[in-house]
């Protein structure tokens, strides 16, 4: 799909509608992006405490925690396996920034994985960081900021990079659900099951809905006609996946997603709790459940609720005591945010494309 000759004009009002200005006020547009401003603002101040003072509320409150033992069982952890953990689960990135960078090829936006990988890190960094999954638009913002690309065409493959992630987590953790459990489900388990069938069939749904009918939706509302070209880029990021790309962008987000539930299973053996036996298929699907609450944007990478549906599922699901279940859940979410936050702020310093200037506006294939 090529750009219409009123491009440049709809992607400035694009900007404008996403917190960026138009390419020519670079000053305007850092001050809007700033992640700095972001982190002052007391939106994101509260959605970051506020987790916080509620899982120290609860911890405190319940009679069975011993905070010696918590801090003995994280001291002891085995440094190799969670080395191990740590690594496995940074592999995931390459291989994330890879799959992107096919989806952007497959819309005409072409990048070096160097490339894509840095600035999906840095996006990740920025969602730790602030609420609402601003990352993502920080990083189609990136895209558009080193390369020209259109935003709403770049933020047409973080879309459907994100439904990819949500097939797989849904189908990933029924299949290590049910392997894990046989035909002896829990009711808790059961319900996060039709939570994962539901969420399969709705984006199954949407996705229908969007390509057969999204722009005579979009068209039949009193918008400008730079909001259709808007949404026909954004549209064609969508769906200019070639399908012959479709298998390697499956086994891809397999492999993505199995990181998560290796990290866990690592950490839960480097922790080496005698009584806490969950196996692969249990660690797999503790780490997919997990991932669910992630697409909950109501605080950074879903601080306080990820916590508290780790330990609420190892406690009432598995039976693990809780002063266990809360030691592996903050070791798995150190490495898994912590570690991010801070390896990101160094890349977010040093990158120089986090310091580009804006780029002429490139027609898209």
């Known amino acids: 799909m090529t750009d219409r000759p009123q491009t440049a004009a709809a992607d400035q009002e694009a900007l404008a509608l996403l917190d960026a200005l138009e390419p020519g006020r670079q000053e305007v547009v850092a001050d809007q992006i700033s992640l700095a401003k972001r982190l002052r603002q007391p939106r994101t101040i509260i959605s970051i405490v506020a987790p916080l003072v509620i899982i120290v509320l609860v911890i405190i409150n319940v009679q069975a925690f011993d905070f010696q033992q918590l801090a003995n069982a994280i001291l002891s952890a085995n440094p190799w396996l969670l080395l191990a953990a740590f690594l496995v689960y940074y592999l995931g990135f390459p291989l994330r920034g890879y799959r992107w960078s096919v989806l952007l090829a497959g819309a005409g936006a072409r990048t070096r994985l160097r490339d894509a990988t840095e600035i999906l890190f840095i996006s990740w960094q920025v969602n730790c960081l602030v609420p609402a ?143 806490v036996h969950l196996g692969i298929s249990g660690a797999f699907f503790v780490a997919l459940a997990a991932s669910l609450l992630t697409a909950i944007p109501l605080t950074p990478a879903g601080l306080g609720v990820v916590e508290a549906g780790v330990v609420g599922i190892l406690t009432l699901v598995y039976g693990v005591p809780f002063t266990e279940a809360t030691a592996i859940a903050l070791v798995d979410r150190a490495i898994s945010v912590l570690s991010v936050v801070v390896l990101g702020s160094l890349v977010y310093v040093l990158s120089p494309l986090t310091k580009a200037r804006g780029a002429p506006l490139q027609p898209a294939a």
């Open 133 to 275: 999954k601003l990352g993502d638009v920080y990083r189609a913002y990136l895209v558009r900021a080193n390369f020209g690309y259109s935003l709403s065409l770049t933020l047409g493959t973080v879309f459907i990079e994100r439904v990819f992630d949500l097939f797989a987590i849904a189908t990933l953790g029924l299949a290590a659900g049910y392997w894990s459990f046989r035909s002896d489900l829990p009711p808790t388990v059961q319900f996060i099951f039709a939570v994962g069938v539901a969420l399969v069939v709705l984006l199954a749904l949407g996705l229908f809905t969007l390509r057969n009918f999204g722009r005579r939706l979009i068209a039949r509302l009193p918008t400008p006609h730079s909001v259709l070209e808007l949404y026909d880029r954004f549209e064609a990021g969508v769906f200019s996946i070639d399908r012959r790309r479709v298998p390697l962008i499956g086994v891809l987000t397999v492999l993505i997603w199995s990181t998560e539930g290796a990290r866990l299973f690592l950490v839960i053996e480097a922790l080496g709790f005698t009584d």
